[in-house]
């Protein structure tokens, strides 16, 4: 048995976001165009048979152990096994910005779910996994099944989808946002037309654009400024609820380009879209 594996977990873009309706739980229906990165968080997992239990091995600034994704995912993982297993550490290698509207912690907590079932041989399979993470967020199951994908309901509802792999300059303005303060907002747009089938994110881009932008642009002056800076460039849009933002180029010398001229004080990086995730690029190389 392999006791111990690094696997990345990859960020996400919503290359577009539109909010179609209101449910009665409070909860928005959404349709979104989810695609991966080649960047993101590593995790590591080290099976520790002598002890017992499910430790990460440094805890997150401002993030209690217990309310971490990542031990939420590994201890929801165990209780469905429901047979005695090998204890864990875990080791988060984060790059992603918490709150970036990247899918960092939803990543992770699927590159947990995912590494453990191989290493505590469990065999589920992709649909009882995701399942699983929806439990967890509603952004955990793409990362779960690993391909690009339309996204329905509250995000839940995927149909694979094949954009184009172009290059992004993701950019993380000076601010962190409360995504339920936006979702709360008596400005947002909560009735855009629905989309009847998936698009490849081909034609006319201006047709899709992100809901939260407008109500995210007036309570964030760091956001609407980079947002502005980036547009000269060609399209820029916020992902998620933010505060990350991105503007899609051709190529990777284009993208490096801007990159480099961005303004002082903003953090962010150079990525490439990719419709299969790295994480399962990884874990079918380990089988």
Same mark, same amino acid.
């Given at each position: 048995?392999?006791?111990?594996?690094?696997?990345?977990?990859?960020?996400?873009? &919503?290359?577009?976001? =539109?909010?179609?309706?209101?449910?009665?739980?409070?909860? =928005?229906?959404?349709?979104? +165009?989810?695609?991966?990165?080649? =960047?993101?968080?590593?995790?590591? @997992?080290?099976?520790?048979?002598?002890?017992?239990?499910?430790?990460?091995?440094?805890? +997150?600034?401002?993030?209690?152990?217990?309310? &971490?994704?990542?031990?939420? /995912? /590994?201890?929801?993982?165990?209780?469905?096994?429901?047979?005695? *297993?090998?204890?864990?550490?875990? %080791?988060?290698?984060?790059?992603?910005?918490?709150?970036?509207?990247?899918?960092?912690?939803? %990543?992770?907590?699927?590159?947990?779910? *995912?590494?453990?079932?191989?290493?505590?041989?469990?065999?589920?399979?992709?649909?009882?996994? /995701?399942? @699983?993470? *929806?439990?967890?967020?509603?952004?955990?199951?793409?990362?779960?099944?690993?391909?690009?994908?339309?996204?329905?309901?509250?995000?839940?509802?995927?149909?694979?989808?094949?954009?184009?792999?172009? !290059?992004?300059?993701? *950019? $993380?303005?000076?601010?962190?946002?409360?995504?339920?303060?936006?979702?709360?907002?008596?400005?947002?747009?909560? &009735?855009?037309?629905?989309?009847?089938?998936?698009? /490849?994110?081909?034609?006319?881009? %201006?047709?899709?654009?992100?809901?939260?932008?407008?109500?995210?642009?007036? @309570?964030?002056?760091?956001?609407?400024?980079?947002?502005? !800076?980036?547009?000269?460039?060609?399209?820029?849009?916020?992902?998620?609820?933010?505060?990350?933002?991105?503007?899609?180029?051709?190529?990777?010398?284009?993208?490096?380009?801007? !990159?480099? %001229?961005?303004?002082?004080?903003?953090?962010?990086?150079?990525?490439?879209?990719?419709?299969?995730?790295? +994480? =399962?690029?990884?874990?079918?190389?380990? $089988?």
């Amino acid at each position: 048995m392999t006791s111990s594996i690094t696997l990345p977990a990859p960020a996400k873009l &919503n290359l577009f976001l =539109h909010i179609v309706g209101r449910r009665p739980d409070g909860y =928005h229906e959404l349709q979104t +165009l989810f695609q991966f990165l080649d =960047h993101g968080d590593d995790i590591t @997992l080290t099976l520790t048979p002598e002890r017992p239990g499910i430790r990460l091995t440094q805890a +997150l600034d401002d993030v209690p152990d217990q309310d &971490n994704l990542v031990v939420r /995912a /590994a201890e929801a993982l165990a209780k469905r096994a429901n047979t005695p *297993l090998p204890g864990v550490d875990i %080791s988060i290698t984060k790059r992603l910005p918490m709150g970036g509207g990247l899918g960092g912690g939803s %990543s992770d907590a699927a590159t947990t779910l *995912l590494g453990l079932n191989h290493l505590w041989q469990l065999d589920l399979d992709s649909d009882e996994l /995701a399942q @699983l993470g *929806l439990t967890l967020g509603a952004d955990v199951p793409v990362f779960v099944r690993g391909h690009a994908a339309f996204g329905e309901g509250v995000g839940e509802k995927l149909t694979p989808a094949t954009p184009p792999e172009d !290059w992004f300059v993701v *950019l $993380k303005p000076g601010c962190n946002i409360n995504t339920g303060k936006i979702f709360s907002d008596q400005g947002l747009t909560r &009735n855009t037309p629905r989309i009847t089938i998936a698009p /490849a994110f081909e034609g006319d881009a %201006s047709r899709y654009r992100n809901d939260c932008e407008d109500a995210v642009r007036r @309570l964030y002056p760091e956001v609407n400024q980079s947002l502005d !800076w980036l547009a000269q460039f060609g399209p820029a849009r916020l992902t998620g609820t933010g505060a990350c933002i991105f503007g899609r180029f051709p190529t990777e010398s284009a993208a490096r380009i801007i !990159w480099e %001229s961005k303004p002082s004080g903003i953090t962010g990086f150079v990525a490439k879209g990719v419709n299969y995730s790295p +994480l =399962h690029k990884k874990l079918t190389e380990l $089988k």
